[in-house]
């Protein structure tokens, strides 16, 4: 289909180790959405693409976290150093550039740090 | 601060009852309102959207939302439920302040009984 792509779909880590999570989203979408979905603690927000920038990175929840975005398409979400208290489900989500255009949302990457 | 309540944390119904998942926001103008339904494994499909107008919005799959700005609510709602259903169902508070993030409700899970 032409829906938002995430891989890997699991992952399962070493703590200490760096992981990188990819998105490729909806074609024409210019807006791009990272998320974290953990138990307990519901979808935190954790930053926005407009294009290649990204001007709202107030989500990420430490500088292990970083992201970035190429030829206004694929996204790729990293974490160094992985502790344990990265696992979650890492969801991203597309959107066209208008604030009132809905987000959509891919299946998400199952991220377990040993 | 945006926030968005869904009171109930596990709602059970029988197939064939109604449901009434409740929402509630605060905010300080008119949001953008949404619901969206997970699937266990599976990313968040979205079932509908309310940005101004007709405060009662039509979804997919038979549901339908109800906006009232003097309670802040917006209650998503299905006369008859099926079996297909049970899933987790988020609310989101979306495109405010001039931001594109969504704040997500802490969702609730539907049960539905054979």
């Known amino acids: 289909g032409a829906g938002v792509s995430q891989s890997p779909s699991n992952k399962v880590t070493e703590k200490g180790k760096d992981v990188e999570l990819r998105c490729d989203p909806i074609?024409?979408?210019?807006?791009l959405y990272w998320y974290r979905q953990s138990l307990g603690q519901g979808l935190e927000f954790l930053i926005y693409?407009?294009?290649?920038?990204?001007?709202?990175k107030s989500g990420l929840p430490s500088d292990r976290f970083s992201a970035e975005r190429t030829g206004g398409s694929v996204s790729t979400l990293t974490i160094q150093r992985t502790q344990q208290e990265d696992s979650a489900v890492y969801l991203c989500?597309?959107?066209?550039?208008?604030?009132?255009?809905?987000?959509?949302f891919g299946d998400g990457t199952r991220l377990s740090i040993l | 601060a945006q926030s968005v309540t869904q009171p109930d944390i596990h709602i059970t119904v029988s197939e064939g009852a109604s449901l009434e998942l409740r929402c509630n926001y605060s905010?300080?103008?008119?949001?953008?309102l949404f619901w969206y339904v997970q699937s266990p494994g599976q990313g968040l499909q979205l079932l509908l959207k309310?940005?101004?107008?007709?405060?009662l919005v039509q979804g997919i799959k038979g549901f339908e939302a109800e906006f009232k700005r003097s309670q802040s609510s917006f209650n998503l709602r299905k006369p008859s439920v099926h079996w297909s259903d049970a899933a987790e169902y988020f609310c989101?508070?979306?495109?405010?302040?001039?931001?594109?993030?969504?704040?997500f409700g802490t969702g609730t899970r539907l049960k539905v009984l054979a």
């Open positions: 989500a597309s959107s066209r550039k208008d604030i009132n255009q809905p987000q959509h």
């Open positions: 074609s024409g979408h210019t807006a």
């Open positions: 693409f407009q294009g290649n920038s990204a001007p709202d």
């Open positions: 905010y300080g103008a008119t949001p953008y």
């Open positions: 309310y940005f101004s107008g007709d405060t």
């Open positions: 989101a508070v979306g495109g405010t302040s001039g931001t594109y993030k969504y704040i």
